[in-house]
Nanobody
Framework: QVQLVESGGGSVQAGGSLRLSCAAS????????MGWFRQAPGKEREFVGA??????YYGDSVKGRFTVSRDNAKKTVFLQMNSVKPGETADYYC?????????????????WGQGTQVTVSS
């Protein structure tokens, strides 16, 4: 059974840092592109970043501040968030895509977790 379990969410002040983790099971983790998306209330799900087996990709709004990384041995993907902004309050989701090409569209991913909430205060 496929599972993606996010953790590490919480409250953080603007300008601070937070590290999210996503533990995967039930599929061949190393063969999947792993992505992070976020969704604020009343807004569409937004691409944050993704990592395949050699490179990480980012949404324009987080470039230079967020880092996506993975540990295939532990079947875990991480999202390091630095210099966070108040507008980045959202539920953050980990997603897995079996295709080789990194997609910025959540609907193209095969699996996703329940999300973890991040609240950024000013």
């Amino acid at each position: 059974q496929v599972q993606l379990v996010e953790s590490g969410g919480g409250s953080v002040q603007a300008g601070g840092s937070l590290r999210l983790s996503c533990a995967a099971s039930g599929f061949t983790f190393s063969a999947y592109v792993m992505g992070w998306f976020r969704q604020a209330p009343g807004k569409e799900r937004e691409f944050v970043g993704a990592v395949n087996w050699g490179h990480a990709y980012y949404g324009d709004s987080v470039k230079g501040r967020f880092t996506v990384s993975r540990d295939n041995a532990k079947k875990t993907v991480f999202l390091q968030m630095n210099s966070v902004k108040p507008g980045e309050t959202a539920d953050y989701y980990c997603e897995a895509d079996k295709e080789d090409i990194v997609s910025i569209s959540s609907w193209e991913y095969n699996y996703w977790g329940q999300g973890t909430q991040v609240t950024v205060s000013s």
